[in-house]
Nanobody
Framework: QVQLVESGGGLVQAGGSLRLSCAAS????????MGWFRQAPGKEREFVAS????????RYADSVQGRFTVTRDHAANTMYLRMNSLKREDTGVYYC????????????WGQGTQVTVTS
């Protein structure tokens, strides 16, 4: 059974940093795309960043390009999202997700972790 468990969220002042973690288990993810999404109150869930489990094909949303960095640790089976220069508009629930590289939709989702950026 695939499990994605996020951690690392919290309360931070604008301009600060956080690192989110996504611990993955239950299958081999070598052929998977791993992604980060977020949902702000009253808004739809949006894409933040993604990468192949190999570490290639890294993509970012324009709104976080240059401030966020997505990485993964094979040995720990964990994906990370380093978030720097946080803004109030980065507030939301952050979700980790996974899909096979040939699939069009993300099929596995974590429970989410709350990030709140205060001014």
């Amino acid at each position: 059974q695939v499990q994605l468990v996020e951690s690392g969220g919290g309360l931070v002042q604008a301009g600060g940093s956080l690192r989110l973690s996504c611990a993955a288990s239950g299958r081999t993810f070598s052929s998977h795309v791993m992604g980060w999404f977020r949902q702000a109150p009253g808004k739809e869930r949006e894409f933040v960043a993604s990468l192949l489990w190999s570490g290639h094909a890294i993509r970012y949303a324009d709104s976080v390009q240059g401030r966020f960095t997505v990485t993964r640790d094979h040995a720990a089976n964990t994906m990370y999202l380093r978030m720097n220069s946080l803004k109030r508009e980065d507030t939301g629930v952050y979700y980790c997700a996974s899909r096979h590289m040939r699939a069009s939709e993300f099929s596995y989702w974590g429970q989410g972790t709350q990030v709140t950026v205060t001014s």
